[in-house]
């Protein structure tokens, strides 16, 4: 599955006739794999040992790369450092208010308040986010002991 993933991915990106380096692929891969939504110091931190003469400043170019090919989406909290999500399909997002780690969740059917939001305002509505905020089980685990 997450091989099928990376092998469209790298199509998109030779689409939009992106270079493919070693680092690019690396970074990706380690997106579709981790599933954690990582800052781009995460990803950094994990990979520097195979390439070391890369920067923090060269990954986040590499996701701004990856951002404007619709490949990867930036979740901004405020003053924390961004996290990066590989863009899979539409999901949501429940996030620890203990530890802040950000779990998918897939629920169907909110495009109706899209146009609900556009009938109200008279926007021309994009997007939307929703967040769902609460206490992981690890946390909670903790928590109790
Ligand atoms: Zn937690
Ligand atoms: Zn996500």
Do not use: W
């Given at each position: 599955m997450s091989e099928m993933q990376l092998e469209t991915a790298l199509d998109t990106l030779?689409?939009?006739?992106?270079?493919?380096?070693?680092?690019?692929?690396?970074?990706?891969?380690?997106?579709?794999?981790?599933?954690?939504?990582?800052?781009?110091?995460?990803?950094?931190?994990?990979?520097?040992?195979?390439?070391?003469?890369?920067?923090?400043?060269?990954?986040?170019?590499?996701?701004?790369?990856?951002?404007?090919?619709?490949?990867?989406?930036?979740l901004t909290y405020g003053d924390n450092a961004s996290r990066f999500d590989f863009v899979t399909s539409k999901h949501y997002h429940t996030i620890c208010q203990s530890c802040g780690k950000i779990v998918d969740f897939h629920y169907p059917g909110l495009d109706e308040i899209e146009h609900f939001a556009s009938h109200v305002t008279g926007f021309k509505i994009n997007s939307h986010r929703l967040e769902i905020y609460g206490v992981c089980p690890e946390c909670q685990e903790e928590q109790s002991q």
């Open positions: 030779k689409k939009t006739g992106v270079r493919i380096t070693p680092q690019r692929h690396a970074i990706l891969e380690y997106l579709i794999e981790a599933m954690s939504h990582p800052t781009a110091d995460e990803i950094y931190k994990s990979l520097e040992s195979k390439f070391p003469n890369m920067s923090v400043a060269t990954v986040y170019n590499n996701l701004r790369v990856f951002k404007e090919s619709g490949l990867v989406q930036e």
